[in-house]
Structures are given as structure tokens and as C-alpha cells.
């Protein structure tokens, strides 16, 4: 089945120590999104990708970088984690802007920072 | 900016029973769509249904159905004979008409209660 999956589930990582989380999809969509969300908080943007024009939100910090190479994969950076980055990574894509057809989420990457 | 506010941080229903959860907005635009989206214990997050917001008629999908009340900015999602496998955490969320953007309310969390 078409789908977005995201490896690792589960993500340990030191404070300070860089971590990348990978996003890949098969359904050829052509923007990619990630979001962060905390525990029982409601899924917040970071960027997003259409096709490989990047777009970063306003408010993301610096600390946080992507990566397309190419349609299927989208890499998430952390430069220097802080216990505040722990939190559920979501990787979500769309078949196109404009569209309003809703996004297709994989399972999410959950980030514990130690 | 859009906002999306969801009222009640968690509810409960017996199986088999009826339950309403409410969704409110706060926009400019004119034309926008909205979303229910149901997130179960890790796992990924799935669209129920969407609304187009120059369409009177509420959307319905089986067991789901909104009442939408652009008027009012509300957007409540009501979900008919609750099932155990209804346990989740359900996201309110706006899309503007650009559809650049998704934003979410910050959830409910609904237990479906044997």
C-alpha cells in the first residue's frame, strides 16, 4: 500500500549530539511537511517542501534543518538537541498545494532527548 | 493568523452511544476547509472528514458526521454508535485557501468506555 513511513518509531539521543529522522513516501505526492508535537499538544509546523522548493516557518528555530533529496525522502536535522526538542515528529505529505485534499501522516518519530 | 480552538481537553462515551466534539475558528477568509482528524495510541494520524466551507451541507462518512456553522466558526464532529476502536485523540484543523497551510487545534481526547 502507498503510505509515509517514518524510521526510526523511536529516537534516543543525547543532549547536544545531532540526530536525523527520515520521512519516505511512495505516493509520489509533491509536498512534504514536518511537525512537531509535544505531549497532548496539538501538531506544530516546522517546513515544508514543495517538490524542493523549501519553506520554513517563522518561528522554527535555527536548531532545525531539512533535507529532500529527492521526491520519495525528507530528512529532518537536528543540530544540537535540547530537552525542550523532545517530542513526536510527524512527517505528513500532500499530492499538491492548493488542493485541500488533507494530509497523509505517517506513524511519527518520537525524540527523547537524555 | 487562523486559530483553532477545541474546548473540551477530554470526554467519554459509552459504547454504542452518541458524542459531540465541538471545534471552533477564528479566520478572515471566505473560503476555507476544515478537518477531523482522529490520532490513535501511537499510531498515525488519519482524516475522518472534511468540510469545503462554501458548501452548506455537512459532510458525513458513515458513522461521522459535522455540523457546520460558518456563521459561528464552529465545527463540531458527532460521532454516532461509538465504537471501542473511537479511542483517540481527535484534531480540529483549518486549512487556509491557499492550502499552504493546515493548522490544528490543540485535540481531544475521547475513551470510549464498554
Known amino acids: 500500500d502507498a503510505m509515509v513511513i517514518q524510521n526510526p518509531r523511536y529516537q534516543v539521543t543525547q543532549f547536544g549530539k545531532p540526530v536525523t529522522l527520515s520521512c519516505s513516501q511512495t505516493?509520489?505526492?509533491?509536498?512534504m511537511y514536518w511537525y512537531q508535537q509535544k505531549s497532548s499538544q496539538a501538531p506544530k509546523l516546522l517546513f515544508h517542501?514543495?517538490?524542493?522548493?523549501?519553506?520554513n516557518e517563522a518561528d522554527t528555530p535555527d536548531n532545525f534543518q531539512s533535507r529532500r533529496p529527492n521526491t520519495s525522502f525528507c530528512f529532518l536535522d537536528i543540530r544540537s538537541p535540547g530537552l525542550g526538542d523532545a517530542a513526536m515528529y510527524l512527517c505528513a505529505t500532500s499530492r499538491d498545494r492548493g488542493l485541500q485534499e488533507g494530509y497523509t501522516f505517517g506513524s511519527g518519530t518520537r525524540l527523547t532527548v537524555v | 493568523a487562523q486559530t483553532v480552538t477545541q474546548s473540551q481537553p477530554e470526554m467519554s462515551v459509552q459504547e454504542a452511544e452518541t458524542v459531540t466534539l465541538s471545534c471552533t475558528y477564528d479566520t478572515s477568509e471566505s473560503n476555507y476547509y476544515l478537518f477531523w482528524y482522529k490520532q490513535p495510541p501511537s499510531r498515525q494520524m488519519i482524516l475522518v472528514i472534511r468540510q469545503e466551507a462554501y458548501k452548506q451541507q455537512n459532510a458525513t462518512e458513515n458513522r461521522f458526521s459535522v455540523n457546520f456553522q460558518k456563521a459561528a466558526k464552529s465545527f463540531s464532529l458527532k460521532i454516532s454508535d461509538s465504537q471501542l476502536g473511537d479511542t483517540a485523540m481527535y484534531f480540529c484543523a483549518f486549512m487556509n485557501n491557499a492550502g499552504n497551510m493546515l493548522t490544528f487545534g490543540g485535540g481531544t481526547r475521547l475513551m470510549v468506555k464498554p
Open positions: 517542501y514543495y517538490d524542493k522548493d523549501f519553506n
Open positions: 505516493l509520489n505526492h509533491n509536498v
